[in-house]
């Protein structure tokens, strides 16, 4: 929801803003509303449901890039434990969405592929949103995992980790990130007690009005009503992905023990670069993944 009416300014209500923001966002709700009713376009969400029962579950949203799911895939299996990992595909790409389709099954993981939505080549923050929200409507409320988080397609996990364990403490944990009075987590590193969550009917999309992103909805559904200060801080560091090029031009991002490529806002001709650094980075890993699987 926007802010409330008595946060704006006078200069904003002779604008009426709070009026037009109230009628755009209406406006995406209602569209949204009715993807969030549509079936898989690939998979069997209620199987899927019916596999995460009382267990800990850890969703990807992909898009468009079967390279970065793979690598995740098996580094989730070589560094992670005891958890389903699902793949919830929101590719505007039919290609990359096969291709990717090909390296879950593969994996023996549950894979997912939504329908498409306005939003997939535009707004990204509104598309990645609606898939979290889909996924939590039709997958994790009907299945009731012990608990549950969402990762980016490009969070890789460098060492064994165990994204869960600080729920044992907390309703929810992840990397925070701070919008004036107001917070919620991020959606490509947020984890979540499914008790907790199911009280609060959760909704994971963007909250731009009130200056919250990807999953900002959901400071009025559930962070407000917790304690900022008890909540688990996870750190972040930037790494210069190319030496011979200045950090603010390409960096990948350290979220605790978890690297991410983090592809957006930086410069477009440096990420075929980025990405062979990052492949020789992965490489030990991906290695010592494949003998331990022989």
């Known amino acids: 929801m926007p802010r409330s009416f008595n946060e704006y300014t006078p200069r904003e209500w002779r604008r009426i803003r709070p009026i037009v ?30 596999a995460i029962k009382d267990r800990r579950l850890l969703v990807t949203v992909a898009f468009n890039d079967p390279q970065l799911l793979r690598w995740q895939a098996d580094l989730v299996r070589l560094h992670l434990r005891n958890c389903i990992h699902l793949i919830i595909d929101n590719s505007s790409d039919d290609t990359a969405a096969r291709q ?45 995992p012990e608990a549950f988080g969402f990762i980016d397609h490009d969070l890789l996990p460098m060492e064994e980790a165990d994204p869960f364990a600080p729920l044992q403490a907390a309703p929810v944990c992840g990397r925070i990130v701070d919008a004036g009075r107001r917070w919620n987590l991020w959606a490509g590193f947020c984890f979540f007690r499914f ?10 999309r963007p909250d731009w009005y009130a200056g919250l992103d990807t999953g900002g909805c959901n400071w009025r559904r559930l962070y407000r009503h917790l304690d900022r200060g008890s909540i688990p801080a996870v750190a972040v560091r930037r790494e210069a ?15 605790g023990s978890w690297l991410h490529e983090k592809r957006f806002n930086q410069m477009s001709d440096l990420r075929p670069r980025k990405r062979a650094a990052l492949a020789r980075r992965l490489a030990p890993l991906l290695s010592a993944r494949d003998t331990a699987c022989c």
């Open 195 to 204: 008790d907790a969550a199911a009280r609060a009917k959760l909704d994971f």
């Open 241 to 255: 992905a190319l030496p011979e090029r200045p950090i603010e031009e390409c960096y990948f991002e350290w979220i």
């Open 100 to 144: 990717i389709e090909t390296e879950a099954r593969a994996r023996k993981l549950v894979y997912l592929r939504l329908a498409a939505n306005p939003w997939s080549e535009s707004e990204h923050s509104r598309s990645h949103g609606l898939a979290m929200s889909w996924a939590w409507r039709n997958v994790i409320t009907p299945g009731a």
């Open 21 to 50: 923001e109230r009628y755009k966002m209406g406006r995406y709700w209602a569209r949204a509303a009715w993807h969030l009713r549509r079936p898989a376009a690939v998979g069997n969400p209620a199987a899927a449901a019916h």
